[in-house]
């Protein structure tokens, strides 16, 4: 990286360049979470939520008609990955109590098809999960085999050599499966992912998100305004609050744009952004290092001079570190699956937000203070 090495660029005086490129985006970005909002992922909406791959290409609108009648109210469903992949979502937790009892008969039409000659009865129910006794042990464990293979989650009620019974669980996913399985026999699929979050608990960990990202913000506020000048820690916190912002727009505005690329918030995003969080103020504080150090060499110099040599001097550092971090990132976003993609996301963008950041809205604020109170900054 030596090209790097002794480089002079006035960085500075591209500022209100870049104050023009910053508004911009934070402008659009907001409008659209005003106007567009951005959509959160069953980890805060709660629902229940089961991503599935089948074996052959799938029509989505065949998988909506199929999965409009079975009485679970808007259910929505989307691609997941591929042509193979569909993610289903539904905002209950449930099975509705009306639709309890068609359940229970599909699932007994099932066994009584494949063990037309099996003893069985119903010991016990709850809202999830039913328990059946049957009079053949030794047809047990060929029924509990047979449920699974048409979409129920099916397994002994105890390990002990006596037992007689099995329990079914009974929900929305299990619902689901059994209907696509029922409706689409010749293209099997498996379960990719599978959740099911109460709506109190979505409530409490949107919360609880929001908190830790603010948390954060003021911890680093409190850090830098020791280690610096106060208004060092200022424009730190107003370049993550800059990044933060333009990233959530991003992922408002490109929201169901690109195919493959699920730009949800969910518990896995909260922590790309905590990451992000973490390493765009490592990005500033090592550029404030060399600024500190600048001033106190070169007290007669002009600050803007001081702050120019400092970001200047800590450019090959910072090209190496983003783009070895960007390489791994870049893995993730095309090789990591689905379920990593917007966590990936979050990071390769959020990095290149957060180092342009330190250069171009962190060390300007640093600049434009001592303008405003005519008076330098001294170490």
Do not use: C
């Amino acid at each position: 990286m030596r090209i790097f090495q002794n480089t002079n660029f006035d960085f500075l005086g591209k500022r209100k360049i870049a104050y023009i490129f910053s508004g911009l985006f934070l402008s659009i970005g907001l409008l659209s979470l005003l106007f567009r909002g951005i959509e959160f992922g069953i980890d805060f909406k709660g629902g229940s939520e089961i991503a599935l791959e089948f074996e052959k290409p799938i029509q989505i609108s065949e998988i909506r008609d199929y999965l409009s009648d079975l009485g679970l109210g808007n259910v929505e469903v989307k691609t997941f990955g591929g042509e193979t992949g569909i993610l289903v979502r539904s905002e209950l937790q449930e099975i509705p109590a009306e639709l309890f009892p068609k359940v229970i008969e599909t699932l007994e039409q099932i066994i009584n098809k494949n063990y037309p000659d099996a003893s069985f009865n119903l010991v016990d129910s709850t809202k999830a999960s039913v328990t059946y006794q049957v009079s053949e042990k030794e047809k047990l464990e060929s029924i509990i085999r047979t449920l699974f293979q048409n979409g129920f989650q099916a397994t002994k009620f105890s390990q002990e050599e006596d037992n007689d019974k099995f329990i079914v669980r009974v929900g929305i996913s299990d619902w689901i499966q059994e209907n696509l399985l029922a409706n689409m026999p010749d293209n099997k699929f498996q379960v990719l992912k599978e959740d099911n979050v109460g709506p109190k608990i979505g409530k409490e960990l949107k919360r609880d998100a929001v908190v830790a990202v603010l948390l954060a913000l003021v911890v680093i506020l409190v850090y830098l305004g020791f280690r610096f000048k106060f208004v060092f820690a200022l424009g730190a916190v107003a370049a993550l609050f800059h990044d933060v912002l333009i990233t959530l727009g991003v992922f408002s505005i490109l929201y169901n744009v690109i195919p493959g690329l699920n730009l949800e918030i969910s518990i896995s995003v909260v922590a790309a952004f905590l990451t992000l969080v973490g390493y765009s103020i490592n990005d500033t504080v090592i550029v404030f290092d060399r600024i500190r150090e600048n001033i106190k060499i070169h007290k007669t110099a002009p600050l803007e001079d001081n702050i120019n040599k400092a970001i200047n001097k800590t450019i090959p550092r910072t090209i190496i570190t983003s783009l070895t971090t960007l390489v791994v990132v870049t893995v993730l976003l095309f090789f990591g699956g689905e379920v990593l993609r917007a966590f990936a996301f979050t990071l390769f963008f959020g990095i290149l937000i957060g180092t342009y950041s330190s250069m171009f809205v962190a060390s300007p604020f640093v600049l434009e203070y001592a303008k405003r109170i005519k008076k330098g900054i001294q170490f």
